[in-house]
């Protein structure tokens, strides 16, 4: 007879560590822009955000369903301007591994101390260099006060 407490004791210890994981993957984006909103005085903020495949060269039955992906992004949460997206993101429903996809790379992370590797390694590249210069140097919302 198949030993279902076994199974579902499997399945519950994999939600935990999945849930582990991505709280996990969550608090290294966090530290990633706590650290570049103190270096450029609150300008610039890195999050993960949804996006939709934009249109151009969508038929049109495809522009009804279109599809969404995940991407990291910069802004700036002092304007109002649209998130600058600086790789697309993919993960697993495990957290890992998660994959950073930029022009050139794509770069799996296991862990981690690959995740932070991987991030750092996209913030160093000019695409992404220009990208959030372009951010911290758009103008700030004028208040209602």
């Known amino acids: 007879m198949v030993n279902f407490i076994d199974s579902f004791n499997k399945g519950i210890s994999a939600a935990e560590r999945a849930i582990a994981n991505k709280d996990e993957i969550d608090s290294v984006i966090e530290q990633l822009s706590e650290q570049l909103q103190q270096a450029t005085n609150g300008r610039l903020k890195i999050s993960i955000i949804q996006k939709q495949i934009p249109l151009s060269g969508l038929a ?15 802004s700036n949460p002092l304007s109002s301007f649209q998130p600058k997206e600086l790789a697309q993101w993919t993960f697993s429903e495990n957290g890992y591994p998660c994959k950073i996809i930029l022009t050139d790379a794509e770069i799996y992370c296991e862990d981690k101390t690959a995740l932070e590797n991987a991030l750092a390694k996209m913030i160093a590249t000019p695409e992404a260099g220009k990208k959030m210069k372009s951010v911290m140097e758009q103008k700030p919302t004028e208040s209602d006060a």
């Open 60 to 74: 049109i039955a495809d522009i009804m369903n279109r599809k969404t992906y995940w991407a990291i992004a910069a």
